[in-house]
């Protein structure tokens, strides 16, 4: 469904907490950190059976309500999608979030601590094991949930209750770049299937994508990782093992 | 005892410098510095009989003065207790400050740099002493207090009238982590007796917990010691000795 | 044509997205990224005809639209020459960004990790093509367009539709510093020439000219640009290679 | 003189350049950049007789111009003196700017950069001249005016007309440290005077002194040389000379 004038109402709202608001200031915010930079990068919150989805494309802190797609969540038709603008290719990644985990917000980034360490990871410099970043005794762990399992998969955010504790090991999958970011989605699918207690998964010469219940999880967490990627490559530099 | 209406007295002003004020404003700059990143670290302020506290496991940035929690600091019975937040597993460390030195003013950072530098410490690659972070001959130092001894101990603030000279060793004791916070009590103690001049703690892969006499001077011990912390490491990957 | 009472017209608007106004938001902004420190690098838009330049040698961050000077296109004589201010010495940058790609932007940046890329390939630490700077399979690399070649040259900003993929290898030209910067001149639009695709040009030891068809197009890709420098730098440190 | 009524006029203004505001606004700025961390470092500003000068010990973000001390350029006399603050260490450093260079601005910062780059001289790791710093061949080196000579040496900022071209050598003389900040006086004066060009003085394990005939010059030409100083930095890390 195009967008039209119907459709305004999904994304206005002068509560800065609505989704079409909290994306573009998490944005604005996230700009700082350099996660989106360069139009990279992107934010979606679901609120019931609404998906709210940032713009491909577009410089992310610039970005206003009315920009953002809607999405309803059963049958994956848009609500709402703003003319002359295109949908964002990291659409299919957020949906995987939504529908295996229960999330209620998932954020990707651009960083470069979690593009090297993937490049780390890759090259087998810190363990054997090539495809998932490892690391623990750490306190800043205990800012990442302990995921979900089995049965609980999706319920709440599909996460179990309570976080890492500082004597556990946090593991967060790394699946292979490819040549267009929907493609992603089955090996991101594959990967978040794998490690049932994931809260994100890392591509490798790209970024990240970090999921939560809700978006002070998602917004949290996301922070977390990025201060255990930037302290993992000063790690690396200064010679020490992150397991 | 429980948060209600007369409870919230405690932390309504209109002053900035209000404890409850004055610990949201600090928390919205100290997550600019990455020391509060993902809700970890924290702050409280002691303002006569009442201590004030942030709680635990909330966005620090976002944090508003009637999610601070108050104590009383003779009976360590809570005055304020905001409902749905817990309180923070710091409270036991801000304590030992309060008590053992008298300080007006206690902030723990999750700073990047203090990891750091734990772990080269812990790697005995500066020093054959692996419990203590030692610097000299760098004029920063000059923004440390001499920390106070003996029978001065909880004397404004627990320590000597001014500061370290240029000359002098900053001496900062290191302790391990625990798994759960609140159990770092009994190690930060008893190095906060055996180095009676320390203007701060350092706990092993975890951070930093840094006092003063009043907010001003445990922000600005903070500001100069985490300063020193990513010098020494810097001072560290080029191959310059502390000491 | 000296600035007088009737040029203030041509930099005086209430639209921030006016050239005049556009120019000073932008380099406040730079300014924050470090890439024009010390009255360094420069701004330029080209609306229609009228050619809008930063003037040389002021602070950038405090720049104001009366200090704009304004170029005739066709003429290249001065519309508006703000008396006291010297004009950019980056003028016949821009102007051959405009000229030989139809670019409606051009962003010069002093960025340290441009400088710093310089010198990397300058030394054939990472390559022994010591001209040019490559990297590929980053998905950053997604946020540079492809260029124009041949007669589509200076149409829609000189570039061919679309972005470069994730498996193409983004080039971008090293030309020698010179004492004047208005020398650089020649050797920059024989980069431009020899390299149709490319979205910028680095100035060794100096820092990078970035264009595109609209402030948007020239902004996004000089923030691409810097981000994959900055990454290009810390991959060397960490020993991997760019290609 | 002591702080009294009177003059207070001297500190009050409505003009964001008034040497008193202005001392204010950049200290704010300045502590952004990590110049002034932990009350450390300091500005102080010449106009005409009258020479406005930061305090010693309080929170360079937080100054207000009442904080303000001010000197009488002949008699060395405190015209103001507020009560209960200290008068800074830095006040014969910045005099010699004033007097031996003619200056209007002086800029002291604790940048770990210039720290940096004085162990790295004082090892001799780049040179086998440890007491000055030296780089060439660096666009942002055209940021630092030319210095002044013989009987020139007070006009104008005491310096030449002019900045330094891409092919001169940038030199920065490095003095010992003292254990007091004034004690510096004799060894910075003979710094001052052995190199008449330099726009600056570092002070080892310390940090720097810049100055200029005027703010504008004295903050830009700080801003370049912090610029260098990382550059620096960052190239012995890499392995490049600066020379």
Known sequence: MASDTSSDALVSSSDPKHPANHICSL?????????????GGGVSIRNGKHIFIAPSGVEKELMQPENIFVMDFDTKEYLRRPLALKPSACTPLFLASYTLRGAGCCIHTHSQWAVLVT???DAGLQGSNKDVFSIKEIEQIKGISRGG?????????????????????????IIENTAHEEDLKDTLEEAIRKWPECAAVLVKRHGVYVWGKDVT???????????????????????FKWT
């Open 27 to 39: 944005c604005k915010q996230f700009y700082t950190f350099g996660w989106v930079t360069g139009t």
């Open 119 to 121: 490049l780390i990871c």
């Open 149 to 173: 399992t089995g049965s609980t998969e999706i319920a709440e955010g599909g996460r179990k209750l309570g976080n890492l504790g500082y004597f556990d090991t946090l593991h967060i999958p």
């Open 217 to 239: 999880q998602a917004k949290t967490q996301a922070e977390s990782l990025d201060w255990l990627f930037q302290l993992a490559v000063e790690m690396h530099k200064l010679g």
